[in-house]
């Protein structure tokens, strides 16, 4: 028979063992890089959520920026200032300035960082804090999509707790015709080459035609052409690339 105190023991032992368990729960719920699980993660995922929308809207404000600017976010040497916008010079009396595939997709890698910082500086603090350092984008434009991926690993700190995020984990990638617009824009231009006064027209229509793309060309000023790019198929709203050819 069992006696009181061999009882006794064996309540102490199992009480142990059951405060140990659920402390070492406790434990491993609440530390460590997840925080407070109950709590912290839905502020993690609610700024997760804000930062890649922001970051979305960016990039397609961004595209259509550089459509408007034939490909530039920082104004080139050559170009006509409009005041709240300006136009490139492709061709300039003799000279080729078209910018290369690179060269647009840095322009649009430079928007897209300029603009996610004013995202997180805007972004509610309660009771937590946000730390970051610049971004750097990379962006790729393919035939019919843009690819945009954010190097930009973030820390929300919330008392001892810290998560990290990695917006490399969740890149942005949307419909667009842009390569196929610079692909009409590269031949328009560089056929200046042999001829700076003509061009094969109905060359650009029927390549135009192929990438269900619109084209105008419109006398501007100054013995200069304003050449429209145009698409209706790959978003709402249409999409405009121009640029300027002086002869």
């Known amino acids: 028979m069992i006696n009181n105190k061999s009882q006794t023991t064996v309540f102490i032992i199992l009480a142990i063992i ?108 309660y009771d937590y804090s946000l730390k970051y350092d610049l971004p750097k ?21 919330k008392g001892e707790s810290t998560n990290i995020l990695d917006l490399r984990d969740d890149p942005v990638e949307f419909n667009s015709s842009l390569y196929e617009i610079y692909e009409v824009s590269d031949f328009i231009t560089k056929t200046h080459k042999e001829n700076d006064t003509l061009f094969c027209a109905n060359c650009v229509v029927e390549m135009a035609k192929e990438r269900n793309l619109y084209v105008d060309l419109i006398e501007y000023k100054d013995a200069t052409t304003l050449v429209m790019l145009s698409e209706n198929h790959t978003s709402k709203e249409p999409y405009l690339f121009e640029f300027l050819n002086k002869y």
């Open 137 to 157: 984008t990379t962006t790729t434009i393919s035939p019919g999509k843009i690819k945009f991926v954010v190097d930009l690993p973030i820390s929300i700190i």
């Open 18 to 125: 059951v405060f140990v368990v659920i402390a070492i729960f406790l434990i491993v719920t609440n530390s460590g890089n997840n925080g407070p699980i109950h709590f912290f993660k839905s502020q993690v995922d609610e700024i997760k959520d804000g930062i890649i929308q922001c970051e979305k809207e960016n990039a397609r404000d961004g595209v259509k920026r550089i459509g408007i600017q034939g490909g530039y976010f920082n104004k080139p040497q050559y170009s006509d200032d409009l005041g709240w916008a300006f136009i490139p010079y492709y061709y300039y009396k003799g000279d080729i300035l078209i910018p290369n595939k690179s060269v647009i997709e840095n322009e649009l890698s430079a928007y897209v960082d300029d603009k996610l910082i004013y995202c997180l500086q805007n972004i509610p603090a």
